[in-house]
């Protein structure tokens, strides 16, 4: 999983390339202006098209916020991260998606609704992570992060009726990448306790139907 130098390095620097309000998002960088809205492959250009870490946090950040209660949206977001993890997974240095999920767009106040929901979480998380444990998120254990990942977002298009629970899913999701992105071990095992939890409930939910 290959980096760009150009790729965000905290939270906040990539809630910065998303947000309307920020300068860096106009027209003159040579992207389409964040005030018309944003693709998700614009999104996903502004963070690197090869930082893997970076693009898993884009949809998975979504999720988090309060537009996961859009319909279709954990769905949407679940299909997205499963294209992006699994070409991860299997090594590609450069990120593809299919057309009907690229051209899926954000409209200026929804951006604007994401970023200002995730400012304070993703300061508080830039503060309190650093390079620790770097064994875990580095090849090849990398890899079993992005396998876990993709357990959970394969159920999100069958729990569309439980928003909180994609958010919180979702959440896991982000904290893996963020790990990714940082290298850090102990936000990874956070990520990994998160996502545990939420597959256990998707089998107690299956287990509890059969």
Excluded: C
């Amino acid at each position: 999983m290959t980096a760009q130098e150009v790729a965000p390095r905290s939270l906040t620097s990539l809630l910065d390339t998303l947000d309307p309000d920020d300068p860096s998002t106009g027209a003159d960088n040579g992207n389409r202006d964040a005030h018309d809205g944003l693709t998700i492959q614009a999104m996903l250009d502004r963070v690197g098209a090869r930082s893997f870490g970076a693009a898993l946090l884009v949809p998975s950040l979504i999720l988090v916020s309060p537009l996961s209660i859009i319909p279709l949206m954990p769905t949407i977001g679940g299909l997205i991260i499963l294209t992006i993890s699994a070409q991860a997974f299997f090594g590609r240095d450069h990120l593809w998606l299919p057309r009907f999920l690229a051209t899926r767009r954000l409209n200026e106040a929804q951006l604007k609704r994401a970023v200002a929901y995730l400012r304070g979480p993703a300061a508080w998380l830039d503060r309190n992570s650093r390079d620790r444990l770097r064994f875990l998120s580095a090849p090849p254990m990398d890899r079993l992060a992005v396998l876990a990942v993709m357990m959970v977002a394969v159920t999100w298009p069958f729990l569309e009726l439980l928003p909180m629970f994609t958010s919180v899913s979702a959440g896991g999701v982000a904290l893996v990448a963020f790990s990714l992105m940082v290298r850090d071990g102990y936000v990874l095992i956070a990520g990994y306790a998160v996502l545990g939890l939420s597959l256990s409930v998707v089998f107690a939910l299956i287990s509890g139907i059969f």
